[in-house]
């Protein structure tokens, strides 16, 4: 018998929290997947796929990529068809992270793309903005760099109360865009 035997999903999502916090990565991604199997038990498929999400970015954190992408899979499915948008975007944003550790870039992409267009419907900017950022990188990797400009371009523009150096950085983008007649 484990020493996490017996508890409730409940307490065992809040020990995972209480470990990832400390920084015990491995601990956490061990208790969140706990957490999941309990709540799989009685049948709570979305606070299931919470803890997956949670265990994903556990394990991304503790340097396991390839089980943070393996754990992360499917919870989007589960968030959509629940009507859950925001869960949804974080579950894709977090399946586009460790896509892109693992050097996926395309997947990762795809993921952050999705994860974006979500977060604009719902009016999440800040988030949105993260993930732009996320995406020029990629982009910018590829090799697209007018992609990679534009995309930037419009994350910053996402920033409800920029500070200094984003509306600087914000000004020569848009100089950028004009001095080539792109934007």
Do not use: C, W
């Not at 948008?85 to 586009?96: C, E, F, V, Y």
């Amino acid at each position: 018998m484990t020493i996490t035997e017996g508890l409730t999903p409940e307490v065992l999502s809040s020990s995972g929290k209480d470990a990832y916090q400390k920084g015990e990565f491995k601990e956490a991604a061990r208790l969140f997947l706990e957490a999941n199997n309990a709540f799989l038990a009685i049948g709570d498929k979305l606070n299931a796929a919470e803890m997956a999400n949670n265990r994903s970015v556990a394990l991304l954190q503790g340097g396991e990529p390839e089980l943070a992408l393996s754990a992360v899979e499917g919870t989007d499915t589960t968030f959509a068809e629940a009507g859950d948008k925001r869960r949804q975007a974080m579950s894709l944003g977090n399946r586009g992270a460790a896509a892109e550790a693992i050097g996926k870039r395309k997947e990762a992409l795809l993921a952050y793309q999705q994860a974006s267009e979500l977060f604009k419907e719902i009016g999440e900017h800040e988030h949105r903005a993260f993930l732009l950022r996320s995406i020029s990188s990629i982009q910018l990797r590829m090799g697209h760099i007018l992609e990679a400009i534009v995309t930037m371009r419009i994350g910053i523009s996402e920033i409800p109360n920029p500070n200094s150096f984003e509306r600087f950085s914000l000004k020569i983008l848009n100089f950028f865009l004009r001095r080539f007649s792109i934007g």
